[in-house]
């Protein structure tokens, strides 16, 4: 495939220009978010900002029409997200012109997003292959009446600093990944439970501010039941507030239990990659850390 970007792009009856998503004000990338229905603050594209790079597609008096970034989370990794075309140029390929010039800053390297339905031919025109479903659960959080997770094999607790290294083993674990960089800046921004077995962190689940509320996110653990183990508390801490969780899980324990809490599935995107597939990426041994909960749609 050709993929020779260019610093211009002629649309309809008027151009737009390439320009760096670290020049731009946050307010005005927080309306091209809001053009599309996405829940962004403008605290939220500052953290994005912070980790990673991007493009906008400006029009002849600056306005921001569209946007892309890339996340570089090892030297021949990265995962790409905030694909955003404004509606004024949605299907005049803006979208297809701004992945162009990230994948001139990405070449050689494995690429994961996670694509929206309206999203998905512009990916599977650029080589994406389909991979997993996430759903994308949120609502009003209700503590459970039960406490599911009280029976729960290990020790329960609020993550401190010094469990950080465990944190991103388990993460790397979970994703495939070594992440220590990301994990580290979501440490700082969120609450954080883990499981404990023998002394040894075996499940953790992260909470942070974002969008309409909280995200929970990332979340690793062996099994459902350990998955629920963690999360629960976040529901806990946060009933009666909107919560949100990224899954790739449509079913069993974990799928039931989130919608028991008043989070049930809202709608659904992609997981898509090109180069290495998910179970390419599969720890080495018998590893058995999934990664439950993604630490969002941008990232992964």
Known sequence: MELKPSGRLKIDTFSVRIGDIEDIELERLHALSLSVGW???AEDWQFLREQGQGFVALDEIGRVLASAMWFAHSTNFATVGMVITSPRLQTLGAGQWLMKRVFDKVAGCDLRLNATRAARRLYLSLDFQPEKTVYQCQGIARA????EWENTRGDVRSLIENDIPAVIALDAAGFGVRRAALIE????HSAGYGLFKADTLSAFALCRPFGRGHV???VVAESDADAVAIVGPHVADHSGSFLRVDTHMGNGDFAAFLSRSGIPVFDTVLTMSMGKRL?????????TSVTYALASQTLG
């Open 39 to 41: 829940p962004h603050r």
């Open 144 to 147: 459970q009446t039960i406490v």
């Open 185 to 188: 800046k979501l440490f700082a």
């Open 216 to 218: 929970v996110g990332p």
């Open 279 to 287: 179970t390419d990426f599969a720890a080495d041994g018998a590893a």
